[in-house]
Antibody, heavy 118, light 111 residues
């Protein structure tokens, strides 16, 4: 069974760069689309972006200028970097993978809370 | 302001049938499939319906989805207390190089 686990600092300063890693177990990171999704407190889900190990990427147009995603296939990990963060970036961040037979987000990490504070 | 529009809340009594709507446009729901997610507090969202009307293994047949034009709906029949959760629709949007969009979410309360 595929499992995803987010990791990274829970508290970062305003204007810094948010860096998160998602470690994949129970399956290879090769193939499939790997996504980052977040949920600010009291708000809905917001898709941040995705990449495929073929190199294909798509980002949320509202975040595109600040987002970078990468992969380390040797560690079965993929990463998110979000630059110039503000309090509005405080959220629970999830990593997710699409399904074997559908484009839905079939596998999710448990989520990690990132708080941005000055 | 979410790209897909859902009612912020819905409610029903045990055993009732409730529906949650999701309205989009030609660049998302009108051109692509819709997925529905159930989100319980403190847990990861779970896919409830994918590709408009397909239930993953393990999802009760009380849950069903449909799509027509630029709108979609999630129906829950035989409402149970454990169905109380937030529900989100999602669809791929073909504009701006393509991106996923979510509805704002619907909080379902079982009275």
């Amino acid at each position: 069974q595929v499992q995803l686990q987010e990791s990274g600092p829970g508290l970062i300063k305003t204007s810094a760069t948010l860096s998160l890693t998602c470690t994949v177990s129970g399956g290879s990171i090769s193939s499939y689309f790997w996504n980052w999704i977040r949920q600010p407190a009291g708000k809905g889900l917001e898709w941040i972006g995705r990449f495929h190990t073929s190199g294909s990427t798509n980002y949320n147009p509202s975040l595109k200028s600040r987002v970078t995603m990468s992969v380390d296939t040797s560690k079965n990990q993929f990463s998110l970097k979000l630059t110039s963060v503000t309090a509005a970036d405080t959220a629970v961040y999830y990593c997710a993978r699409d399904g074997t037979y559908s484009s839905s987000f079939a596998y999710w990490g448990q989520g990690t809370l990132v708080t941005v504070s000055s | 302001q979410s790209v897909l529009t859902q009612p912020p809340s819905a409610s029903g009594t045990p055993g009732q049938r409730v529906t949650i709507s999701c309205s989009g446009s030609s660049s998302n729901i009108g051109s692509n499939t819709v997925h529905w997610y159930q989100h319980l507090p403190g847990t990861a969202p779970k896919v409830l319906i994918y590709s408009n009307n397909v239930r993953p293994s393990g999802v009760p047949d009380r849950f069903s989805g449909s799509k027509s034009g630029t709108s979609a709906s999630l129906a829950i029949s035989g409402l149970q207390s454990e169905d109380e959760a937030d529900y989100y629709c999602a669809s791929w949007d073909d504009s701006l190089n393509g991106h996923w969009v979510f509805g704002g979410g619907t909080k379902l309360t079982v009275l």
